[in-house]
């Protein structure tokens, strides 16, 4: 594989470095520099800047609103935008379900919710894991009951990232109890707003609210709201799931965090001299960043088979296992390497009134360090990853 850029390609790096600089807000860079979390209305301020410029959507074809770049230079986007320190752009309608609504949606559903989620006007979130139903998605039981032009929606989402911040959710409901369990499941578009809709708070272990459980109690939802056939959701969401599973690779995000993991060993004193200069520590930066470099090539090839129109398949899966793996692995060396200073919590923890002791660059990261263990969780399970990975590619 040549990864060489051409000169079009150097000139289009050059173009997204320039655009980042001058306009990336300094305080949003700084909170991500610091692993400090990005709000709501600073991600959304974020996402419209990247909107006016005709940037949010670089993986969407033009027709519906997107860069039509090509892989390469979405690659390129993507490293650029870790390089710089911008936020990560929110997936739920960005690269999940805007990609199903625009293959398989009515010309209405697309007319209705693109422009808006392009615009970051409305807000979305995932209603797939239950209680008892995570990695084992097709044993969901949200049941949704055809009643004339609605569906009746009971039962009860968890884990639901950012449902606080949503005003739609796409959900995966059950709608025939009588065949398979993958034959039996719908795809909805939910409007947050709706009655018998109530989303209340969980606390992660970091202290943060990043997610939520989410309660239907006969919760009237349009038919015209349902993408595709009635009983055909499990098609949607694999083919929404290859897609969050290609984005949980977060390679500039993982590349970004290692060079923070080497300026702060060249900052931090070990055995007389400098944490960088210990040998045992150097291996362990060798180690991950050789992994690091091989889930790069592994995420150009899948690019590169997307640019000659090959969808994302099951090997997708593999970028989810090894990439989810990096990350954790890297913010385990951020809090070595920091030692004792990474041990208090976050200054923004609610109810904290003292002063931090230690550098500046400390305290965002073991709330960061404590978030990632869900990494190798959400979005599948990595064991889960595993089996499918030997069930449709090894044909075990």
Known sequence: MDLALSREDEAFRDEVRAFLESALPPEIRRKVELNHPVGKEEQGRWQKILHAKGWIAPGWPREYGG???????????????????????????????????????????????????????????????????????????????RDGDDYVVNGQKIWTSLAHWADMMFCLVRTDTQVKPQEGISFLLIDMKTPGITVNPIVTMDGGHHVNTVFFQDVRVPV????????????????????????????????????????????????????????????????????????????????????????????????????????????????????????????????????FIGPEHAPGQMPHYLFSRAATIYGGSNEIQKNVLAKMVLGL
Request: aromatic fraction near 10%; glycine fraction near 10%.
């Open 67 to 145: 860069t039509g770049w090509t892989p390469i230079q979405r690659y390129i986007f993507d490293d650029e935008m870790g390089r710089a320190g911008a936020p990560s752009l929110n997936p739920f309608g960005l690269s999940m379900v805007g990609p199903v609504i625009y293959t398989f949606g009515t010309p209405e559903q697309k007319a209705r919710y693109l422009p808006k989620i392009l615009a970051t006007d409305e807000w979305w979130c995932q209603g797939y894991s239950e209680p008892g139903s995570g990695s084992d998605l097709a044993s969901l039981k949200t049941r949704a009951v």
């Open 224 to 355: 015209a709201n349902r993408i595709g056939e009635e009983n055909k959701g499990w098609t949607y969401a694999k083919f929404l799931l290859g897609h969050e599973r290609t984005g949980i690779a977060e390679v500039s995000t993982s590349k970004k965090q290692l060079d923070q993991l080497k300026k702060f060993a060249a900052m931090e004193s070990a055995g007389g001299g400098l944490l960088i200069d210990d040998p045992k520590f150097r291996g362990k930066i060798a180690a991950v960043e050789i992994e690091l470099l091989a889930l790069e090539y592994t995420n150009l090839r899948f690019m590169l088979a997307e640019q000659e129109g090959k969808p994302p398949g099951p090997e997708a899966s593999l970028l989810k296992i090894r990439g989810s793996e990096i990350r954790q692995s890297i913010s385990e060396l951020l809090i070595e390497a920091l030692g004792y200073y990474a041990m208090p919590v976050d200054p923004d923890f609610p109810g904290r009134n003292e002063p």
